[in-house]
């Protein structure tokens, strides 16, 4: 097997992963078109609710698919909405991308794509022990999703992307200890459509709620260029074929699963 056994190339890319990773022919696995016509109201539940910590240090990581930061076990929480009772811990965020502005998000909407798509991995710390125990369970993931369009500089976010020079290729890491909060990552307005999936990385283990912001937040397209730099292989694999210009898997089937809007639009 090859040093990079799935990525978003031809040889290796979403298309490739139901050989090695079987889970990713499931019934229950995403991203997902929304189509908002079949969105059923989610009713009166609780509001959604996060508490995330600003001041400590954060890794900027190159997993060689995307540029990923890590909280590094430090404590932000998100309760409320379709979560039940149970509480979940803020383990990582990451980002999808596209080749040109316009697509590179994973959902769509009514078939539209984004030109990016954040993703904040939670994992379920009243049941569970660890993000590794959780990422395993049906209710042991919740992923909140913000779709990224091109417009002005995102303040906030512009925080990881300077950094991104310095994690050019897989396996490069910076830590970095300015505070920021990831609350500023999301929209204003909390409404949102959500339903049952999977990881959309290998193994797509089917074990996320997934909560998709309605309302996407603008970044520049000198922050997504500088995502679109970022390389797949180490530094001493040489520079050819290891651009990773998009990662984004393509949507799947919804199925009999449902879909809840939470809130006007
Ligand atoms: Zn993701």
Redesign the pocket.
């Known amino acids: 097997m090859s040093s990079q056994d799935w990525g978003y190339s031809v040889e290796n890319g979403p298309a490739t992963w139901i050989e090695k990773f079987p889970e990713a022919r499931g019934a229950r696995q995403s991203p997902v078109d929304i189509d908002t016509s079949r969105a059923g109201s989610g009713g009166s539940a609780p509001p959604l609710v996060w508490r995330y910590s600003v001041n400590h240090p954060r890794s900027v990581v190159n997993p060689g698919y995307c540029w990923r930061v890590d909280e590094n076990g430090y404590h932000s929480e998100l309760r409320g909405g379709p979560l039940g009772s149970d509480v979940y811990k803020l383990q990582q965020w990451?980002c999808?991308w596209g080749a040109v502005n316009g697509e590179g998000s994973?959902h769509t909407v009514d078939g539209r794509s984004f030109s990016g798509e954040l993703?904040l991995v939670h994992w379920n710390m009243t049941k569970y022990n660890s993000f590794t125990e959780a990422a395993g369970q049906p209710d042991g993931l919740a992923v909140l999703g913000v779709f990224l369009m091109v417009g002005s500089k995102h303040e906030e976010l512009d925080k990881v992307v300077k950094l991104l020079p310095y994690i050019m290729h897989k396996g490069d890491k910076v830590t970095f200890s300015e505070p920021l909060d990831p609350s500023h990552l999301l929209p204003r307005r909390t409404t949102y459509w959500t339903y049952p999936g999977s990881l959309?990385?290998p193994p797509c283990t089917e074990s996320v709620t997934w909560i998709l912001f309605k309302d996407p937040v603008q970044v520049s397209a000198e922050q997504l260029a500088l995502m679109r730099k970022l390389r797949c292989g180490e530094a001493s694999c040489g520079e050819e074929a290891m651009e990773l210009l998009h990662n984004y898997r393509p949507t799947l089937p919804l199925g009999n699963r449902e879909l809840r809007d939470y809130g006007i639009h």
């Open positions: 990451h999808h994973e993703h959309t990385t």
